[in-house]
């Protein structure tokens, strides 16, 4: 099969168990079916910043990409952007096996290592904190979501 995209084609990356392959331009990441070429998604994208790398999840769950800015996780087959970490010059990356961590290698000649699902997140913020926020502070961080407390061992502050 011929799979074309408006672009000049930077990455291809099959899914883990050749179910899809993932393709790149400066518009987009398309994610086809390599046995009829059917299209499965669309992920547009900034025309001027493209994307520099991709990467299915261990699982096939997920798609990952950098622009020039950032890294960002979406969901297959839905397209739903589940994760952005803010970080430029990044020329490589790679989920881990667990797929609880992303790496990531770039022009600064360092390979970063970060968490990207938000439940991760915070199960690693509340082992290193004190308390809850306040009420203030989750007005100041959070908005007008009602406030709940974010970690439930914790003790929640009045202050």
């Given at each position: 099969?011929?799979?074309?995209?408006?672009?000049r084609?930077?990455?291809?990356?099959?899914?883990?168990?050749?179910?899809?392959?993932?393709?790149?331009?400066?518009?987009?990441?398309?994610?086809?079916?390599?046995?009829?070429g059917?299209?499965?998604?669309?992920?547009?994208?900034?025309?001027?910043?493209?994307?520099?790398?991709?990467?299915?999840?261990?699982?096939?769950?997920?798609?990952?990409?950098?622009?020039?800015?950032?890294?960002?996780?979406?969901?297959?087959?839905t397209?739903?952007?589940?994760?952005?970490?803010t970080?430029?010059?990044?020329?490589?990356?790679?989920?881990?096996?667990?797929?609880?961590?992303?790496?990531?290698?770039?022009?600064?000649?360092?390979?970063?290592?970060?968490?990207?699902?938000?439940?991760?997140?915070?199960?690693?913020?509340?082992?290193?904190?004190?308390r809850?926020?306040?009420?203030?502070?989750?007005?100041?961080?959070?908005?007008?979501?009602?406030?709940?407390?974010?970690?439930?061992?914790?003790?929640?502050?009045?202050?």
């Amino acid at each position: 099969y011929k799979l074309t995209m408006a672009g000049r084609i930077s990455r291809v990356a099959f899914s883990p168990d050749g179910k899809w392959i993932a393709s790149t331009d400066n518009a987009s990441i398309r994610i086809w079916n390599p046995e009829n070429g059917n299209e499965l998604l669309n992920i547009p994208l900034n025309p001027f910043t493209g994307i520099s790398s991709v990467a299915f999840s261990p699982d096939g769950k997920w798609i990952m990409g950098n622009d020039e800015n950032s890294i960002r996780v979406w969901e297959i087959p839905t397209g739903r952007e589940i994760s952005r970490i803010t970080r430029s010059q990044i020329n490589s990356l790679v989920f881990s096996p667990d797929e609880k961590w992303i790496a990531s290698g770039g022009n600064d000649n360092a390979v970063r290592i970060w968490l990207w699902r938000s439940e991760d997140l915070i199960a690693e913020a509340c082992l290193r904190l004190p308390r809850n926020l306040t009420n203030e502070e989750w007005e100041q961080y959070i908005g007008d979501e009602p406030y709940k407390p974010t970690c439930p061992n914790l003790p929640i502050s009045t202050n």
